[in-house]
């Protein structure tokens, strides 16, 4: 079965800090990973996925398969960061698509000033 | 585009009533997901659809609810009878297996609110 794990329900960190928001999946195959963000009363939109291998907002994700992680890190926090994270799995591989999402419980982030 | 279009926004309505959630996915899309969110468990997926046909309805959480896809366009998930414990926000999503872009789109959800 898959599962993806956010072990930090709340995060707050200062404005200019850096901040680590955690994901750990369980999963026997290659799964494709990705990071969706809400903004407050807003819909889900992707951040950014894992074979991109791109920076979004300068947030990055590096899927580490020994640890089976895929950590979402940004060096400076900015207040506008501030929105509920979703980790997110798909255990089916195609070109761009998936067939469906597991997706972890979410992470609060709060930027203070 | 406009994306994905869910109606209501908000619903508000009383315990043993029926509810149904509406979803219109983004055209030419062929997958289509119902996801409930709570503050306890997340996201979860209810039900999923490809080419109008559920796949996986092992999240349906019991008897109560319900999901169709009569056409391409169109979608609904009806619980009845409705219970508090029901109250969340219900999204719908689309995606085109195969295709380039995000692999889910969301709607902007529809908040339920059982009392």
């Known amino acids: 079965a898959q599962r993806v794990t956010q072990p930090e329900k709340l995060l707050s960190v200062f404005k200019g800090a850096p901040v680590e928001l955690k994901c750990n999946y369980s999963?026997?195959?290659?799964?494709?990973l990705f990071w969706y963000v809400q903004y407050s009363r807003q819909r889900l939109q992707l951040l950014l996925r894992?074979?991109s291998r791109e920076s979004i907002k300068g947030f990055t994700a590096d899927l580490n398969k020994g640890e089976t992680s895929f950590h979402l890190k940004k060096p400076f926090a900015q207040e506008e960061d501030s929105a509920m994270y979703y980790c997110?799995?798909?255990?089916?591989?195609?070109?761009?698509?998936?067939?469906?999402?597991?997706f972890g419980k979410g992470t609060k982030l709060t930027v203070n000033p | 585009d406009a994306g994905v279009i869910q109606s209501p926004r908000h619903e508000v309505t009383e315990m043993g009533q029926e509810v149904t959630l509406r979803c219109k996915p983004i055209?030419?899309?062929?997958?289509l997901f119902w996801y409930r969110q709570t503050m306890m468990r997340g996201l979860e997926l209810l039900i999923y659809?490809?080419?109008?046909?559920?796949?996986?309805d092992s999240g349906m959480p019991e008897d109560r609810f319900s999901a169709k896809m009569p056409n391409a366009s169109f979608s609904t998930l009806k619980i009845q009878p409705s219970e508090p414990r029901d109250s969340a926000v219900y999204f719908c999503?689309?995606?085109?297996?195969?295709?380039?872009?995000?692999?889910?789109?969301f709607g902007n959800g529809t908040r339920l609110t059982v009392t």
């Open positions: 997110a799995l798909s255990p089916v591989i195609t070109q761009g698509g998936s067939e469906k999402l597991v």
């Open positions: 999503a689309s995606s085109l297996v195969g295709g380039a872009g995000p692999p889910l789109h």
């Open positions: 999963y026997s195959g290659s799964p494709e």
């Open positions: 055209s030419g899309h062929n997958s």
């Open positions: 659809f490809n080419n109008n046909v559920p796949i996986d």
């Open positions: 894992h074979i």
